[in-house]
Structure formats: structure tokens, C-alpha cells
């Protein structure tokens, strides 16, 4: 099991990971390691160019990828106890503390609500990125190599302990609207490559298989790589940086806990196809599901009623 995991808050609307760590290192070390650019290109996700002085501006760069970096700016600095910047419209708040012969680091996110960091739905690829990297930091640290750490096992473990892979049901007149969101590190394009199969769904005709848990309807109507639609279904992909988010709505008569299910593990099928990991349909999974939203649903009826 994961000795450390992330937490998740919500803070004034705004999504807030948090991380500590116990090091073995004095806290200028500490610092250093997190200041200094050299040092960070050794475990930060990015390139940073910047002054250690409260206004500065950063200038981040991704050396491997062919995306734009956000911007930054210095928020503040006390060495070696403090540094805050922001990254695009998050705020990385670093935070190192003595203890005893070493120190301990609190890293904290602040994610904004449709940023390039994907808002609540982009939590789980940010903490399991995290959790990459600051394996990767206590390594330099302690002048080993890197760990191999497998991102995204520890991606789906986030999304399971977030809740993130989870439907939501609103009400529209007479019937309900299942919602799923999902964040995936894949661009638009390659998602809508993965979902049609080389296909070239047209209006009129079945959409491509992968569309649905249970087979797809007839579409009626389609926008390449950006959405999608067909007999009461709707699929759209917004990008993000880099990746997507995928948002599936369904609408139906009433709340089928059992939709809910199936949907649920089609998207878990689908992230994981995406990362080239195929897997066959999980019926003890679905059925698990299925009397996790039945009991759910059954909690809400009776405050429902009261309303």
C-alpha cells in the first residue's frame, strides 16, 4: 500500500492536494533542491527559469513534451522555510519544517476550476504526477537514481480514492441525466482515433462499438474529436494540457442504478485502452458498482422526500 498518499480538499470552490514528506535531509538541502533549477530539472516536471524574489516571473518549460508550459510567478519566498509560486492559475505552496536530524515537506496544489491543470476531474493525474516526482526529488536527495515508479497505477488508485470515476444524476423535467467526467493524458484526437476504430462515423448510421457498454444507436450527430451523439447518449472531449476530458451524458426515464454501473466500468475499460492495457469486462466489478449506487440512491430517496 502507498505509505503517503495525497489528500483532497475543497477550498472556495477550488481543489487543494496536499503532500507530506518525511526527509533525511537538513532544510537548506531541502531548499535548495526545490529552488534551484539545476536541481530541479533532476525530478520537476518542467524546466524553471526564475529570481528567488517575491514578483519574479517564471518561465516554465516541458523539454519532452510538444505542449505549451503554463507561466508563473514568484508569490513568495523565505529560505528555507518558504516558497509559493503559481503555475498557470494554480499556486505550488512548498513548505519544509525541522525535524529532529531531517525535515519534513508539505507540498500543497491549489488546482482552479478550469485551468490547465483539469479542475477536480484532472486531481488524480496531478497526484499520481506528484507522487512520481517527489519519489524522484527524495531520490536526488539522497543521491540515488530515480525510482521506477508506474504512473498509472497510481493514476487509477487516485481516481478510485477521489471518487472521480463516479457518475452524478440531475434531473431534467421528466427524466434524469447520468454524467460521467473523466480526465485522460491522451489529446482529443487520440481518444476519438482509439474510440472509432478507423471508423468514420457518419449521421444515420451505428456509432462505432466503443461508444457505449451496450451497443451503440444510430448517431445523430457528429463533430470529429469533439463530440458525439446518438439515442439518448452524448459524448464530448475538450482538450486540456496536455490530454483531454471526456464527459459522457445519458438520459434516461429514471435512474437505473445498473446504467450507472455499466457506464462507469466502460470508461474505466476505455482509460485503461488508452494507455495500450486491455481488459476483459469485469462482472463482479459492475455488480459491486451497481449495489454501491442502488444503496446510494436509497440513502438520498428518503432526504429527497423530506424536501
Same mark, same amino acid.
Given at each position: 500500500?502507498?505509505p ?40 520537476? *516536471? ?16 516541458? =523539454?519532452e ?10 508569490? =513568495? ?23 529532529g536530524?531531517? $525535515? ?20 488524480? %493525474? ?6 512520481? $516526482?517527489l ?8 543521491? =540515488? ?8 497505477? &497510481? ?22 441525466? &447520468?454524467?460521467?467526467e473523466?480526465d ?11 474510440? $472509432? ?11 462505432p ?35 483531454? &476530458? ?10 437505473r ?22 481488459? $476483459? ?20 430517496? *428518503?432526504?429527497?422526500?423530506? %424536501?
Amino acid at each position: 500500500m502507498h505509505p503517503d498518499w495525497a489528500t483532497l480538499d475543497t477550498i472556495g470552490g477550488k481543489s487543494v492536494l496536499r503532500f507530506e514528506r518525511r526527509l533525511a535531509h537538513p532544510p537548506e538541502k531541502v531548499f535548495r533542491a526545490i529552488s534551484d533549477p539545476a536541481e530541479l530539472r533532476h525530478w520537476f *516536471p518542467a524546466a524553471m527559469e526564475t529570481e528567488l524574489r517575491a514578483g519574479a516571473p517564471i518561465r516554465f518549460t516541458f =523539454e519532452e513534451m510538444d505542449v505549451d508550459a503554463p507561466g508563473g510567478e514568484v508569490l =513568495e519566498v523565505d529560505p528555507p522555510k518558504l516558497l509559493v509560486y503559481t503555475w498557470g492559475d494554480d499556486v505550488l505552496r512548498w513548505e519544509i519544517v525541522p525535524d529532529g536530524d531531517g $525535515c519534513r515537506l508539505f507540498f500543497s496544489q491549489t488546482i482552479a476550476a478550469g485551468g490547465i491543470s483539469g479542475g477536480r476531474p484532472g486531481t488524480a %493525474r496531478n497526484a499520481a504526477g506528484w507522487d512520481v $516526482c517527489l519519489g524522484a526529488l527524495a531520490a536526488r536527495l539522497d543521491g =540515488e537514481p530515480a525510482p521506477e515508479t508506474a504512473w498509472f497505477p &497510481l493514476f487509477e488508485a487516485y481516481v478510485e480514492r477521489f471518487g472521480l470515476g463516479e457518475g452524478t444524476v440531475r434531473e431534467s423535467g421528466d427524466e434524469v441525466v &447520468l454524467r460521467f467526467e473523466r480526465d485522460v493524458v491522451q489529446p482529443p484526437e487520440t481518444v476519438w482515433a482509439f474510440l $472509432c476504430e478507423d471508423a468514420a462515423p457518419q449521421v444515420g448510421a451505428d456509432a462505432p462499438r466503443r461508444f457505449g457498454p451496450t451497443p451503440p444507436g444510430r448517431v445523430s450527430a457528429v463533430e470529429p474529436e469533439r463530440s458525439l451523439a446518438y439515442e439518448g447518449v452524448r459524448w464530448t472531449f475538450e482538450p486540456r494540457v496536455p490530454g483531454s &476530458l471526456i464527459v459522457v451524458e445519458e438520459t434516461l426515464p429514471e435512474v437505473r442504478p445498473a446504467a450507472l454501473a455499466a457506464w462507469q466500468v466502460h470508461l474505466e475499460l476505455l482509460v485503461a485502452g488508452l494507455q495500450g492495457i486491455e481488459r $476483459c469486462w469485469p462482472d463482479e466489478r459492475v455488480a459491486a458498482l451497481e449495489a454501491r449506487y442502488a444503496a446510494r440512491l436509497a440513502a438520498q430517496a *428518503p432526504r429527497a422526500g423530506r %424536501r
